[in-house]
């Protein structure tokens, strides 16, 4: 008789509405020489595990899986070969899907100890935010104290992390939201606040160093007369083409016809850089997977503290995704087991 624990997960079996996943039981996996057991507590939700659902990402694996990237939690088991944790340490990690799960297996690699200013729920929200906005800030737009940076996506999960990121860094900083009672959270945060509209009328607003773009998209070609010479873009997804967490293939269409063919030829005169990110691709490879997680641990010294916006049991996961995709959302949106 098999006695493993039971491993609830919700599952994406077929593409469509946020109503069509699923949700299953089935044991444990069976804990390697390497791996660590983790008892889920909680488990985050992105804006990529909207668009696996509706059937725009390429990197999913091929149906039926389990989406997510990052959960907390506590440790149910170790291996033999397992040195850095105990049972019933409290931890984060990084899923790289498989992560809407009441319980993960996962290598001992990809777990990282609970940073000791953040509690459990903080916990899942920071790794795919630390990560994204660490590499998009530093890695590649080399964002240094003066620099004047712009974030399109200031409310969200990875938006919320790079404004602290940027301003610790000693940046001046504005913010972007779609919805005029955000901008207190904005300004909370440190950073100038402006809805979209209000800054696209406000023709003073440029020279920035540094601009995170999400929408993709047709928001690039506004956004690319806003950089200063020498300013570097870095788009990090493709938001616009989607409208509230519905599947809805002329809208993806469009927003990828409308996103700007880059000519090397017409930034030489403007003087800037445009970047795409795919976080994931940089975190399959082992040395960056080390060097990134090995931050995390230190986030306290960067002053960096992920916010929760909501949290949704996860049988309420449908309501959770029409949550994070109507642009509700502030702050990060965690499922609870």
């Known amino acids: 008789m098999n006695n493993a624990p039971v491993r609830e997960e919700i599952v994406i079996e077929k593409f469509g509405p946020a109503s069509s996943m699923a949700r299953r039981q089935r044991p444990a996996d069976r804990v390697g020489d390497d791996d660590v057991a983790i008892a889920v507590k909680y488990s985050g939700i992105n804006f990529a595990d909207i668009h696996m659902r509706l059937g725009y990402y390429p990197d999913a694996p091929k149906r039926p899986f389990v989406p997510g990237y990052e959960v907390s939690g506590t440790v149910e088991a170790i291996g033999k070969n397992v040195t850095r944790f105990a049972v019933g340490d409290p931890v984060l990690a990084g899923t790289y899907f498989g992560g809407y799960a009441s319980r993960v297996t996962i290598p001992e690699a990809q777990v990282l100890p609970l940073p000791p200013q953040v509690d459990l729920a903080e916990g899942a929200a920071l790794p795919v935010a630390f990560f994204t906005a660490h590499l998009a800030l530093f890695e590649m737009a080399r964002v240094r104290a003066g620099d004047r940076v712009l974030i399109e996506c200031a409310t969200g999960g990875v938006g919320t992390v790079a404004v602290q990121m940027a301003r610790a860094a ?7 939201t779609s ?12 950073a100038a606040a402006h809805t979209r509209d209000d800054f696209y009328a406000d023709a003073s607003l440029t020279g920035f160093d540094f601009i995170l773009n999400a929408s993709g998209g047709a928001e690039i070609r506004r956004q690319l007369p806003r950089l200063g010479l020498t300013g570097r873009m870095v788009c990090i997804g493709m938001g616009s083409g989607t409208q509230d967490g519905r599947r809805n293939l002329a809208r993806i269409v469009w927003a990828v016809v409308r996103t700007p063919r880059m000519s090397i030829l017409k930034m030489f005169e403007p003087n800037i850089g445009v970047f795409g990110l795919n976080a994931l691709t940089v975190l399959r490879d082992d040395a960056w997977a080390r060097r990134l997680t090995e931050k995390v641990s230190t986030t306290g010294a960067l002053q960096v503290k992920p916010r929760v916006g909501k949290v949704f049991p996860a049988a309420d996961v449908g309501a959770a995704h029409e949550y994070l995709a109507t642009r509700k959302a502030v702050g990060k949106v965690l499922l609870e087991w």
């Open 170 to 176: 000693g940046a001046e900083v504005t913010g972007l």
């Open 179 to 190: 919805t005029p009672s955000k901008k207190g959270y904005i300004e909370e945060l440190g």
